[in-house]
Nanobody, 125 residues
Framework: QVQLVESGGGLVQTGGSLRLSCAAS????????MGWFRQPPGKEREFVAA????????LYADSVKGRFTISRDNAKNTVYLQMNSLKPEDTADYYC??????????????????WGQGTQVTVSS
């Protein structure tokens, strides 16, 4: 069982930055691939980024490549999403996720075992 708690969301202007954090409970954090997803207002949830168990591999949605960076600290049971050069279209509820499978599977929106409750990000124009 893994419980995920996101933090760090808020209101930011276009071009600004935010850093989201996701703290995981339990002693098996390093056995899970971790990811971030988002759900814009009125739209379906979409993949943002994922990181492998060791942190050695990452995947990003094309829409955030070069602007967002996912990282993890297995000693702190925490995964991060650094978001730079934010755009109004990045406005969404952001969700942390844990998967016992691969990050490629997570990118396909499959195999997610646990979800956080979400944190809201609003980018003003």
């Amino acid at each position: 069982q893994v419980q995920l708690v996101e933090s760090g969301g808020g209101l930011v202007q276009t071009g600004g930055s935010l850093r989201l954090s996701c703290a995981a409970s339990g002693r098996s954090f390093s056995s899970y691939a971790m990811g971030w997803f988002r759900q814009p207002p009125g739209k379906e949830r979409e993949f943002v980024a994922a990181i492998s168990r060791s942190g050695g591999s990452t995947l990003y949605a094309d829409s955030v490549k070069g602007r967002f960076t996912i990282s993890r600290d297995n000693a702190k049971n925490t995964v991060y999403l650094q978001m730079n050069s934010l755009k109004p279209e990045d406005t969404a509820d952001y969700y942390c996720a844990a998967s016992p499978i691969t990050i490629a599977t997570m990118m396909e929106m499959k195999g997610v075992g646990y979800w956080g409750q979400g944190t809201q990000v609003t980018v003003s124009s």
